[in-house]
């Protein structure tokens, strides 16, 4: 019978000074469970996801809690039908969701939660400002109804935007979102703490919204942009039908790849007028290789991780 993986994500804001005398204790004690995935540690926390056999999650969770001293975690919980990493990674970051070189920190003062529930009669409301703190590529396959797009490449630009677009609004309600909640953390620990006086985030961000709230009452438009296998997910964290371009690393939906601009492992139509005529050939040998390694029922890892 094939091992059932348990799965879970997981991040904390607090204190943690002695974070680089952490890792060492925490890889093995994680190791001795058979856990692998990735986990950040710095000096405002910890941010992680891994995976262990069903039946030894709870230990895992525990032995993290008990040897960063992060206090109870609350991660998000998921399965999968084999292991979905190679190794266990624990490093030491100087940030554990980077915004770039402003003051934020969600351990001393943080934006106010609101629950799935109550988040839409607070984005409903005309007076307040509903802003997507994730990246365009991220907003382009869905976002709340009338949520403003930054247009950030990175979350390190979200700061610029909104010293630039919102500092005349500081006594406005502001009410932010991101997938999971961690950058909405960052990001209005950096808000309060230049004097935006109402600031709100969704609690779990839209991956709890769509696991909670029906389609009939939902906000939500479109798909949410996931950083795994999946690409987007929808309402009841159902898989949406979005792919991934190996030209730009973009999410593709259905409709874009109808269009001509579209070759598959090659480009897409976000991609296909910047690519040479040597990358694009690059792509299609790449693209033949995994083609023909799947007909013999391999893996073909391609020159940037062999």
């Avoid at 084999?82 to 554990?96: G, N, S, T």
């Avoid at 769509?210 to 009452?217: A, G, Q, S």
């Avoid at 579209?262 to 040479?276: I, K, Q, T």
């Amino acid at each position: 019978m094939a091992m059932q993986v348990s799965v879970a994500a997981f991040y904390k804001f607090y204190s943690l000074p002695t974070f680089a005398s952490v890792q060492l204790q925490l890889k093995i004690a994680l190791k001795a469970l058979g856990a692998r995935g990735s986990i950040l540690l710095a000096d405002e926390g910890i941010n992680g996801t891994i995976a262990v056999a069903t039946g030894q999650m709870a230990g895992a969770l525990r032995e993290i809690e008990a040897v960063s001293g992060c206090g109870t975690l609350e991660a998000k919980f998921s399965t999968a039908p084999a292991m979905p990493f190679k190794r266990l990674k624990v490093r030491l970051k100087k940030e554990i969701v980077s915004i770039g070189p402003v003051y934020a920190k969600p351990h001393e003062l943080v934006g106010e939660y609101v629950d799935a529930k109550a988040w839409n009669d607070l984005i409903s409301d005309p007076d307040t400002i509903v802003v997507d703190t994730r990246n365009a590529y991220e907003h382009r396959i869905g976002s709340f109804r009338g949520a403003i797009d930054p247009g950030t490449g990175c979350f390190s630009e979200f700061p610029g935007f909104a010293r630039r677009e919102l500092a005349t609004h500081k006594h406005r309600k502001v009410a932010m979102f991101c997938t999971g909640g961690i950058r909405c953390e960052k990001a209005t620990s950096f808000m309060k703490h230049e004097g935006f006086e109402n600031v709100y985030h969704l609690k779990g961000g839209i991956l709890k919204y769509l696991e909670d709230i029906p389609p009939p009452e939902s906000l939500w438009e479109g798909a949410c942009f996931v950083f795994d296998e999946r690409v987007a997910v929808r309402h009841g964290l159902a898989v949406s039908d979005h792919s991934i371009c190996h030209g730009c690393l973009m999410p593709v939906s259905a409709d874009e790849r109808a269009s001509p601009m579209y070759e598959e492992g090659v480009s897409c139509p976000s991609c296909a007028g910047s690519l040479s005529d040597v990358q694009k050939a690059s792509n299609r040998e790449r693209q033949r290789q995994f083609v023909l390694a799947r007909k013999r029922g391999t893996t073909h890892l391609g020159p940037s991780e062999g």
